[in-house]
């Protein structure tokens, strides 16, 4: 079992920044990947980040590419995502989750077993 827990959310103008965290308990060795997602309201989750436990492999949604950064700190066993120059359309509930899958190096949450609570993300223009 994993647990995971996002913090960071918050509202900030066009243009500012956030930093979600996303702190990771259980059997967190045999996790593949953990990634960023987000759910705004009417649509369907959508992948922003994922990369795979202990690596620096990184792969981005095209939306957020350039703006926004996710890393891992082990020794801390948390997810992060610096998010920058954020835009209203990346107004959403952020999810941390993670992945025992092969396939786990995408953005589709299909491929993901875990997941937190989230983290709401809003952006005023």
């Known amino acids: 079992q994993v647990q995971l827990v996002e913090s960071g959310g918050g509202s900030v103008q066009a243009g500012g920044s956030l930093r979600l965290s996303c702190a990771v308990f259980?059997?967190?060795?045999?996790?593949?990947?953990m990634g960023w997602f987000r759910q705004a309201p009417g649509k369907e989750r959508e992948g922003v980040a994922t990369?795979?436990?202990?690596?620096?492999?990184?792969l981005y949604a095209d939306s957020v590419k350039g703006r926004f950064t996710i890393s891992q700190d082990n020794a801390k066993n948390t997810l992060y995502l610096q998010m920058n120059s954020l835009k209203p359309e990346d107004t959403a509930m952020y999810y941390c989750g993670a992945s025992f899958s092969a396939r786990c190096y995408t953005t589709q949450p299909r491929e993901y077993n875990y997941w937190g609570q989230g983290t709401q993300v809003t952006v005023s223009s």
């Open positions: 990369m795979y436990t202990g690596s620096v492999s990184t």
């Open positions: 259980g059997s967190t060795y045999s996790t593949n990947c």
